[in-house]
């Protein structure tokens, strides 16, 4: 199984400042995703980070708000920017090999925006 | 959108089995049945996965219908740290191609109770 750490776990910040949030695995790994989880709510995806070239975004998220890194296949970084106070939530990462059964998630790193 | 339907909460008691119930109505032939479980506070976890047979690992079991049109997790002897938002997700075969992607519905809550 996969170790997946995250910095920080957890932030305030000021509306309009930007924060970014690495991703870590203690395995190279091929997929590596990120998710947002709002206060109450179900889990939803974000993005895929992908290693050498631009991360897949999903419907409603977009690289301006949200740039991902992914400069190997052991670490991403995702930035929140321009925050203002709907950007709270949980943001966590997970890995899993391309053909693998099991997704790893991180703890996540819980954002409040002030 | 999600393609399972979850009751929104359960409770059980500690030391009973608890069956978690999902319906995946339009599930098609290459898309298995995932569980997931996100205890408070942490990233979801991996419980188990199944196609058309009934499965078993060391922390539960899934019984899927002859049809497919639903299945039940079951946690064959319930304890308070299985307290814990259940997740059923739908996902075709990542050997056929798939994307990895998990899309999480709003899961049941399982409160087990002392």
């Known amino acids: 199984s996969a170790v997946i750490s995250q910095k920080p776990s957890r932030d305030i910040c000021q509306r309009g400042t930007s924060l970014t949030i690495q991703c870590q695995v203690d395995?190279?790994?091929?997929?590596m995703f990120w998710y947002r989880q709002q206060p109450g709510q179900s889990l939803t995806l974000i993005a895929t980070a992908n290693q050498g070239s631009e991360a897949t975004y999903e419907s409603g998220f977009v690289i301006d708000k949200f740039p991902i890194s992914r400069p190997n296949l052991t670490f991403s970084t995702l930035t929140v920017s321009n925050m203002s106070p709907e950007d709270s939530s949980i943001y966590l990462c997970?890995?899993?090999?391309?053909?693998?059964?099991?997704?790893?998630f991180g703890p996540g790193t819980r954002l409040t925006v002030l | 959108d999600a393609k399972t339907t979850q009751p929104p909460s359960m409770d059980c008691a500690e030391g009973r089995a608890a069956n978690l119930p999902c319906n995946h109505s339009?599930?098609?032939?290459?898309?298995?049945v995932y569980w997931y479980r996100q205890i408070h506070s942490q990233g979801p976890q991996y419980i188990i996965h199944?196609?058309?047979n009934n499965e078993t690992n060391e922390m539960a079991s899934l019984i899927i219908t002859e049809d497919r049109k639903s299945s039940t997790l079951i946690l064959p002897h319930a304890t308070l740290r299985d307290t814990a938002v259940y997740y059923c997700i739908v996902r075709v075969d990542t050997l056929g191609g798939a994307t990895n992607k998990l899309i999480f519905g709003t899961g049941t809550l399982l409160a087990v109770q002392p």
């Open positions: 339009t599930i098609s032939g290459n898309e298995y």
């Open positions: 395995s190279q790994v091929t997929m």
């Open positions: 199944g196609l058309k």
């Open positions: 997970s890995v899993e090999e391309v053909l693998g059964n099991e997704q790893f």
